[in-house]
Structures are given as C-alpha cells and as structure tokens.
C-alpha cells in the first residue's frame, strides 16, 4: 500500500466553490510555479531579497506536504488588485476514502466523537470541524487553524468524500475567537457552503 492509499486519500473530481474576489483556483503543481514566482516579485519589490530564499523554503515545505496528503488543487488570494480580498488563508482539495467497499461513516463518526463535527450551516451533506497546533516559524510561534469539510461525492455510495481544509494562523496574543479570526472563519465558511458538482455527477 502506498502513501495516498495509507492517508486515504485518492484522485481528484470536479467541483466548483464561489471564490472571494481575487482569489482563484490552482492545480497543485502549476500553482505552484504561479504563486512562486508572485512571492518572489513581492520580495524583490520590496529589496529583501535576502527573505525569499527561507520563504521558499517554507514554501517549498508546505506543498510536499500538500501531494503526501493528496491535495490536487487548492484556492488562494492570486492578486492584490484594489477591492481584492487578500488575508492570510487558503483551501486545499483533496479525496477521502474509507476501506474498501464501505461508506465512510467510521471517518464521520471519529470528527464527531474527536473533534465535535457539525453540518456546514446546519446542511447535513457537509461536516465541518476545526483543529489549531502551535508551530515556531522564524524563531516565533505561530498557532495554525485547519477548517476541515467533508461532503460525499455524488454517485459514490458514501464511499468517497471531497475533504476542503482551508487553513489560517494567528499570533498567541490574538484570541482565536477575535472579530478578525470569527470573519475569517465566516468568509470560509461561506465559500464552502457555494460548493456545487458538474450536472453529470449530481
């Protein structure tokens, strides 16, 4: 058994989610290169050079991360053009499987029961919980947030769902239940809840 079978995670599907203005969609490995190059024209625009070599590092660190767990595509803020939402966050797309031949209605059990899952908004095809670890990034520590949803995949039987994980940090002296950290969970929330599947899959 592979990495990705171990993980539970598998191929990618067709979706659609509403995007806050400026921020677009990336297939995993072209993104890559796209957004790349845009941290590296920030860096060289604003003459610290010197930043983006531990940046790319950083970077080049989270999207090996991103294909051991499966991501085929991600959404981002992708221009900084005036009334374009740009915060800190993103969302990553990926497929979960359950064993072979059974529902994932283990997987769903374990978000309720380990991290308190709930619908999306009160729709019972999404799940969405919330998990938060504390990182040290540049000597300073840094608290992670992960908005996890889960929906099946149409025709599936259950079998595979469409995991979202949008991801968001804070500083400790920011209480996570701050105004900026509630609108930004809201902001998120919103996008998911657009989620909608190709006619054919529905």
Not at 68 to 86: E, R
Not at 131 to 137: I, Q
């Amino acid at each position: 058994m592979n990495l990705r079978e171990e993980l539970g995670v598998r191929k990618a599907v067709d979706f659609a989610i509403e995007l806050p203005r400026g921020w677009s969609r990336f297939d995993i490995d072209g993104g890559r290169e796209i957004l790349l190059a845009g941290m590296k024209k920030r860096f060289l625009e604003a003459h610290r050079p010197d930043l983006f070599a531990d940046a790319k590092v950083t970077f080049d660190k989270a999207f090996d991360e991103m294909r051991k767990n499966g991501v085929f595509a991600f959404f981002a803020p992708a221009t900084s053009d005036p009334g374009s939402t740009v915060i800190p966050a993103s969302i990553n797309a990926s497929i979960r499987t359950g064993m072979p031949g059974t529902p994932l209605d283990k997987v769903v059990r374990d978000a309720i029961k380990q991290f308190g899952a709930k619908p999306l908004f009160g729709d019972p095809r999404t799940l969405r919980f919330e998990r938060e670890r504390s990182v040290e990034m540049g000597g300073e520590s840094v608290v992670n947030h992960s908005l996890v949803y889960l929906t099946p995949v149409p025709g599936t039987q259950r079998r595979e769902a469409l995991q979202l994980v949008a991801g968001f940090a804070r500083t400790p002296d920011i209480e996570p239940d701050s105004p900026p950290m509630v609108a930004t969970r809201a902001l998120l929330d919103s996008c998911v809840a657009t989620l909608r599947w190709p006619r054919s899959t529905v």
